[in-house]
């Protein structure tokens, strides 16, 4: 069964903290993609990645394709980064997108 | 460019009614995707459309149903509503077919009484 999980489900940090969100999925994927959602629903598209990393202002992703790991790292966070990360996997070139549940990141100030 | 807008955004419905969302992607794109979540099962694949055909279909009943016009503005229908089908419904569009990074919607929170 192609599976994606994510973890934690729930993160609470302070400002400025460096946080890791993880993404394991269980088969080999075409790509992988990192979204943000905030209250009220609106999905942004994070970063679209395959192998390697990429970086966007204090946002970094990262792939290890032979351990099907994916990690999302924000450095100096900030309350305006509260919101829900959500992992979403493809498989093969014309498959669909399979998400994982999503972890819920709350910056306090 | 304006992004991609999602009509209605609100809806309430009775069960066993039938409800038609639409989704105008952004100029250029061709291909429009659909997603369901709910909080108990996330966010679910309906269907991919690219030129007013579909390519790709999730593992929904076939009371959920898809178009898109010449255009590329798509619609999804839903027919004898079930309390179930309550959730957020989000579109998202891209440039190269649903393989590529897409552009999401507000989304339209339907809620079935």
């Known amino acids: 069964k192609n599976e994606v999980e994510q973890s934690p489900q729930n993160l609470t940090a302070q400002e400025g903290e460096f946080i890791t969100i993880n993404c394991s999925y269980s088969v080999g994927i075409s790509a992988l993609h990192w979204l943000q959602q905030h209250p009220g629903g609106g999905i942004v598209s994070l970063f679209m990645?395959?192998?390697g990393k990429k970086k966007h202002g204090r946002l970094i992703a990262t792939i290890n394709i032979q351990e099907k790991h994916s990690s999302l790292h924000i450095t100096a966070s900030h309350p305006r980064d509260s919101a829900v990360y959500i992992c979403a996997v493809r498989y093969g070139s014309q498959g669909n997108l399979i998400f994982g549940k999503g972890t819920k990141l709350s910056v306090k100030p | 460019k304006a992004g991609v807008t999602q009509t209605p955004r609100y809806l309430i419905k009775t069960r066993g009614q039938q409800v038609t969302l639409s989704c105008s992607p952004i100029?250029?794109?061709?291909?429009v995707s659909w997603y369901q979540q709910t909080p108990g099962q996330g966010l679910q694949f309906l269907f991919e459309y690219f030129s007013e055909t579909q390519r790709n279909k999730g593992n929904f009943p076939g009371r959920f149903s898809g178009r898109q016009f010449s255009n590329s503005r798509s619609e999804m229908n839903v027919s004898t509503l079930e309390l179930g089908d309550s959730a957020l419904y989000l579109c998202a569009s891209s440039d190269q077919g649903a393989t590529y990074e897409q552009y999401f919607g507000p989304g339209t929170r339907l809620t079935v009484t």
């Open positions: 100029s250029g794109h061709r291909s």
């Open positions: 990645l395959s192998s």
